[in-house]
């Protein structure tokens, strides 16, 4: 079946530095790719839409300059965690869209836990 | 109100017995999805549907698009099924409105 990855799985770094995660779809192509946040005990929130080929769509109260996300190809968009704080450290879990072969379903990847220290 | 209403929250069952998570929402939606996530966080997508049933081993999901509601449904659990089950609302445009979650426990 469909499989998305992410690394890396987990990450520590101190406070000041940026963190790059990469999300990939290994077996179909995916235009459009979606990243969410997950805080302890709570559920996923939809941080931004990761369109390839064009700039990403971010959520009411997602700051851009913070999050930079890159759709260069149909297989990868990436999230760079600029100047990660501790209060970034979370769970971030990218997702992507296929739409081949006349379905439309989204494929979750394992996430990536970042600690900011 | 969230949109997106599951319940229970927690659930604890002895193995063997059979489960039913309820997902209600208030939106329109294109799909629903119901998710799994185990204790290490990655996510498993075990159905979307639109209408109907579907099924899948022990697993089965129904919808009824009329009153905007969803199960899932775990017949004959076992300790394995034990993780975080989400269900999550597919709006017109794609986006995913997740429910809280129902943390399911089962013992042997």
């Known amino acids: 079946g469909a499989v998305v990855s992410q690394h890396p799985s987990r990450v520590i770094c101190k406070s000041g530095t940026s963190v790059k995660i990469e999300c990939r779809s290994l077996?179909?192509?995916?235009?459009?790719m979606f990243w969410y946040r997950q805080f302890p005990k709570q559920s996923l929130m939809l941080m931004a839409t990761?369109?390839?080929?064009?700039?990403?769509?971010?959520e009411q109260g997602v700051e851009k300059d913070k999050f930079l996300i890159n759709h260069a190809s149909l297989t990868l968009s990436t999230l760079t965690v600029t100047s990660a704080h501790p209060e970034d450290s979370s769970f971030y879990i990218c997702s992507a869209r296929d739409t081949s072969g006349g379905t439309d379903t989204q494929y979750f990847g394992p996430g990536t836990r970042l600690t900011v220290l | 109100k969230n949109e997106v209403e599951q319940s229970p929250q927690n659930l604890t069952a002895q193995e063997g017995e059979f489960i039913t998570i309820n997902c209600s929402y208030s939106v329109g939606i294109s799909a629903l999805h119901w998710l799994q996530q185990h204790p290490g966080g990655g996510i498993v997508s075990l159905f979307m549907?639109?209408?109907g049933k579907k099924k899948h081993g022990r697993l089965i999901a129904t919808i009824n698009i009329q009153e905007k509601h969803s199960s899932l449904h775990i017949t004959a659990s076992h300790p394995r099924d034990s993780a975080v089950y989400i269900c999550?609302?597919?709006?017109?445009?794609?986006?995913?409105?997740f429910g809280a979650g129902t943390i399911l426990r089962v013992k042997s």
């Open positions: 990761s369109n390839e080929g064009s700039k990403a769509t971010y």
């Open positions: 999550a609302a597919r709006l017109y445009g794609n986006k995913l409105v």
């Open positions: 549907l639109s209408s």
């Open positions: 077996d179909f192509q995916a235009t459009t």
